[in-house]
Structure formats: C-alpha cells, structure tokens
C-alpha cells in the first residue's frame, strides 16, 4: 500500500499540543509549528482499525495486557534492532519521561549526582533537579558536523556519588545515531565506576538508512548487566498520545527495583487503547515506516540544499536519526533573546529554542520535519525573507 504524507490534515480544534497551544507558547498563533516531536501524518489505516475495532465493543474497563502485545514488541525489537528480549524483561511505563523520573527515584538518592549529555532532550535536565538530585553536565561536541561524546570529560565529572548516566541515543536534538564503538566505551565506564546506563530509545526506530541504530544493552552482558533501556512506539508511529511505552531491564535485580518504585506510585495499568495501538503498530508497521522514513529523508534532503544555495548563513546539521534538524544560526551573530525573538517575530515559525536543550545549545534551533513537504516549503520561504531582511 503507498501512504500519502503529502495531505494536509487541519489539526487546530483537537487540543493538539503542536498546533492548539502556539499562542501560549510562543505568544502568537500566526506561527507555523514546527516544534515539539510529533509528526503532522495521518496515523497508519491499521493503528486506526484496531483502535476502532476495540472502541466498537463500548466496555473499557480495567484491563491486562495481552500476550500478543508482548510477543508484537518482541517480534519488534527482535527484527528490528536484532535484540532478543525475554517478556519478563519488559515494563509498562505510561511514557519515556515519567520512566526516567522513576527510575531517578528508584537508583539514586537525594543528593547523588546524574550526568546529562546537553546539548540533550531537556525533560532529562528537571528529571534529575525536580527530584533533589545533582545535574551534572558532559557536554558534546561537534566534530565533522556531528556531535560525538566526550570521554575524557566525562571521566573527569565521575566521583563516589555519581550513580546515572542518561543518554538519548540516538540523540535528539543532533541526530547522532550513536554508534557501536561509542556506546561501548560509555558502557564500560559505566561498568568501571558503578554507573547505571539509562539509555533513552524512544527514537530508535527512526534511524535513518545507511545508518543503524545500536541497542546500548545488546553491545554486552556486562553492559546490559547496568543498562535499563527504554522503548516505545510514541515517536515511530505517532502515538504520544496513548501513552504506552516501555522499559526494559534484564538484570533481574535493578527489573525489581524500577518494579518496586512503579507499584509504588501505581500508573502500571496503562491505558487500554495504547496497548491495542501499540499491538497493532508493532505487527503490521514496517511498510508504513519506512514509507515514512523515505518521505522525512527528502524533506531533509530539501531542507539542506535550500538552506545551502539559499540562505547559507544558516548551518544544518544532517541528522542520522529522528526527524528533527538542528540548525546553527551563530553566524548571525544574535544573543539568545534575539534570535528566540527573530525567529518568532521575523520568521514566524514555532521552533524549539536551542538554550533549552542546555549548554552548548545557544545559537540553535531545532525543527520538525516529520510533516507535509509544503510545510517544510512554505518554512524554508520564510526564513530566506526573514534573513534577506537583516542584510
Ligand atoms: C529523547 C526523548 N525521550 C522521551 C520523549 C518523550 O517521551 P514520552 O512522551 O513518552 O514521555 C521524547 C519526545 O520528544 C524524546 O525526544
């Protein structure tokens, strides 16, 4: 079957976050949004049916998860990331974010230190401050336009209270689908100094080909021995709204305690239609994802011969996975503010400001692809005004 990502769906009126909440965020709602990660594409025919189907039956009450919506993830995360997962393993959490709050609260102590890798997904930043504990940054950096980690800082920020490393791999907002290598070293530096990995993957089944996406705890026993990997099909197939996602724990006492912690705050029944379209995305979504994967690599393609022939004041960085680009505008040479402002005033898009996503991320905005090419057009046309304006 061939999807069609170029229709337009008017999405205003549905309390949708991305289009509904722009005034309130950015203070205008004349904004194109291409901010927060959420794809403008219709969800796939399949998802919709099997959601339907269970919707038809008018009973939704307390509810288990079935054996097929195991066996749909396993299936999953076997081919598609050639991981092989026990079923005990897995862990219903309602999203990533509150996973990596719990598993916080379930490692560490009031006080321990949680290293962060910023320019990074910024929920990591509150997760760690909100809950009293201490934010310790080891910044990447950009080298032959990608960002890599860097080690040797990072063996530097290790003491006695160091007890979580959390990473999104593959990253956002850069892109770097991180590599076998990279994730081995970290991994056994983890494993030296006693370190529990969270290995944030939400992303992972959106690596863009040739590149491909390594499970942290497939590198290794030992590595998956200090790793709590955390999984979903909310970014793949569109479905934040459902919140189902997933953590997965092999090491059988650090399954216990992230266990122990979520009974504790009782949010592990989940909601009955994001296992049905979590089953479903699962078992049937390979064709509609990389359809989709194909239509997001050429808006990126566009993307970065407009903004090179065109508005080459602007540098983007090529991303190996997500659908985000994160774009340099340094050469502007505007303080955040200004920028923040220009591209909300000027251009009138609804990005993500750099400085959110923590140090390293001023002079950057990041922008959502994952929509109808005559969006990317139509952002691409104002920000060449909005430039050619300045000079
Ligand atoms: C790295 C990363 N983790 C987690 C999330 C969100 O997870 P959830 O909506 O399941 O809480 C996002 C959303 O963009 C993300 O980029």
């Known amino acids: 079957m061939h999807y069609n990502f170029d229709e ?23 904004l194109l949004p291409m901010w927060v990660a959420d794809m403008d594409f219709k969800t796939p025919d399949f998802i919709v049916e099997a959601v339907k189907k269970r919707a038809a039956h008018e009973i939704y009450g307390y509810t288990v998860r079935p054996e097929s919506y195991y066996s749909s993830m396993i299936n999953w995360i076997g081919k598609k990331h050639k991981w092989k997962i026990e079923k005990d393993w897995i862990i219903f959490s309602p999203g990533i974010v509150p996973a990596v709050n719990m598993a916080v609260l379930a490692y560490t ?3 321990d230190k949680v290293i962060v890798q910023p320019p990074v997904y910024f929920p990591f930043f509150s997760a760690v401050k909100d809950n009293g504990r201490q934010l310790v940054y080891n910044q990447l950096h950009i080298e032959n336009g990608r960002y890599h980690m860097d080690f040797e800082d990072l063996k530097k920020k290790i003491d006695n209270r160091t007890k979580l490393i959390i990473i999104s791999n593959p990253h956002n907002p850069g892109g770097s689908a991180w590599t076998k290598d990279e994730l081995m070293k970290l991994g056994e530096i983890c494993i030296e100094h006693n370190i529990i990995l969270i290995s944030d993957e939400i992303h992972s089944d959106l690596v863009i080909p040739p590149f491909k996406h390594t499970v942290a705890a497939n590198i290794s026993e030992e590595i998956a021995d200090v790793t709590i990997s955390m999984m979903a099909p909310s970014k793949t197939f569109n479905l934040a709204g459902m919140a189902s996602s997933s953590v997965i724990i092999s090491n059988p006492q650090l399954r216990n ?3 122990v912690f979520l009974d504790r705050v009782h949010v592990g029944m989940g909601n009955l239609f994001g296992m049905v379209a979590s089953e479903a995305a699962y078992t049937q979504g ?55 402002r220009f591209i909300i005033e000027k251009a009138k898009l609804g990005l993500n400001d750099g400085p959110v996503f923590g140090p390293g991320g001023e002079g950057f905005q990041r922008m959502n692809l994952a929509c109808p090419r005559a969006y990317v057009e139509e952002a691409m046309l104002r920000l060449e005004k909005a430039i050619n304006i300045l000079q």
């Open 257 to 259: 305690d992230f266990q």
């Open 109 to 111: 102590k009031p006080g």
């Open 8 to 30: 337009i769906i008017d999405r205003k009126g549905t309390s949708c976050v991305k289009w509904d909440i722009t005034k309130a965020y950015f203070g205008s709602d004349e």
């Open 286 to 340: 390979e064709d509609w994802l990389n359809q989709m994967l194909e239509y997001v690599k050429r808006n990126i393609d566009y993307t970065e011969t407009y903004i090179k022939e065109k508005i080459p004041k602007i540098k983007m960085m090529r991303p190996e996975a997500t659908y985000m680009v994160w774009l340099d505008f340094r050469e502007l040479g505007m303080d955040n503010n200004e920028l923040k």
